[in-house]
């Protein structure tokens, strides 16, 4: 029997396969398999993934997005468990076994997760994305309260995540039209009915470049589908956490607010975190709002202005290195 399959799906990056591949055969987890799906990529990703012979299982498709293509993976695993890895990515030494183990001994949990380090392009770290400070250091945190926190905010790293296949009895498959944010919709979807498992260890080192997908969301995008995931969500009248569908309305009019801060769309930013302000006036209180309002006021200064308050850090630097 397989005990984990890690799941690998990729398209055009073979740039960076060789990485995600031998972090996943470095594990010291035994009964692994290794399944990369391609969804389609024109680069020599095929090339890329033979060298490995007999050690990695190959699925080529037709271009059918993330969520079909992890979907397929899926389908492929042979694991109990299923640890996602984006082809960007690169996993942490021990980590499966770890994660394996913690599933083992959480049965009521659907999933179990670790953090992420943030590395750009050339692999050096330059930030985290951790669990909520609520979270606290416990292994085992209740579906109710897994569920809230994850509509405040996908904090979930899919590389940092090993699934129980078994949910997807209860669970249907990522869905395509919650791209971007198939994540999250599939995290909240588990979270609803199972339990969440976490450990408070670094399990990947996820990449941001100009070649991922996070790259090209838009506002519209990201409200677009993350309005889709909480209209299935909550468009059923027996959820058994209907009582928060106000809430969560009001978490996503802020994580629009937050995204079109980004983006410098000043008005958007600050339509939608009114919304959001009327729709659930408790929110006022909570962290993510005084960040997302930090965003905000970060967009309200004119793009010349912090560009010449870069040069000046940087001219006062290298003076006092001169010095």
Same mark, same amino acid.
């Given at each position: 029997m397989t005990k984990v399959t890690v799941a690998i799906a990729t398209y055009n990056m073979a740039n960076y396969l060789t990485a995600a591949i031998d972090s996943a055969l470095a594990q010291d987890q035994d009964d692994v398999e290794i399944v990369v799906v391609d969804d389609g990529s024109t680069d020599d990703t095929r090339e890329v993934v033979s060298r490995y012979g007999r050690k990695v299982r190959y699925a080529y498709q037709e271009n059918a997005g993330v969520a079909n293509t992890y979907n397929r993976a899926l389908e492929?695993?042979?694991g109990d468990y299923v640890h996602f890895l984006d082809a960007d990515d690169v996993l942490t030494p021990s980590v499966l076994r770890r994660l394996a183990a913690l599933l083992d001994e959480s049965p009521s949990a659907g999933l179990a997760h670790g953090e992420a380090l943030v590395m750009d392009a050339g692999g050096k770290v330059c930030g985290t994305r951790a669990a909520p400070a609520s979270y606290d250091g416990r292994r085992v945190i209740p579906?109710? +309260?897994a569920f809230k926190e994850l509509l405040r905010g996908c904090h979930i790293t899919s590389s940092a995540v090993m699934l129980r296949k078994a949910v997807l009895g209860k669970v249907t498959p990522f869905r395509q039209k919650s791209v971007p944010g198939e994540d999250w919709d599939m995290w909240l979807r588990v979270s609803a009915e199972y339990d969440v498992a976490h450990l408070?260890?670094?399990a990947c080192y996820y990449r941001v470049h100009d070649s991922s997908i996070t790259s090209a969301y838009?506002? +519209?995008?990201?409200m677009r589908s993350h309005?889709?995931?909480?209209?299935?969500?909550f468009g059923n009248p027996t959820f058994r956490y209907a009582h928060l569908r106000n809430y969560a309305y009001a978490c996503l009019d802020r994580t629009i607010a937050r995204v079109a801060a980004r983006a410098r769309e000043r008005?958007?930013?600050?339509?939608?975190l009114r919304k959001a302000l009327v729709r659930q006036p408790s929110i006022a209180l909570e962290g993510a709002t005084v960040a997302t309002l930090v965003e905000g006021l970060k967009a309200m200064v004119p793009t010349p202005v912090i560009e010449a308050g870069k040069r000046l850090?940087?001219?006062?630097a290298t003076r006092m290195i001169s010095l």
């Open positions: 492929l695993a042979k579906s109710a +309260e408070p260890i670094s838009t506002v +519209e995008r990201v309005l889709y995931t909480l209209d299935t969500i008005g958007r930013f600050v339509a939608e850090r940087g001219g006062i």
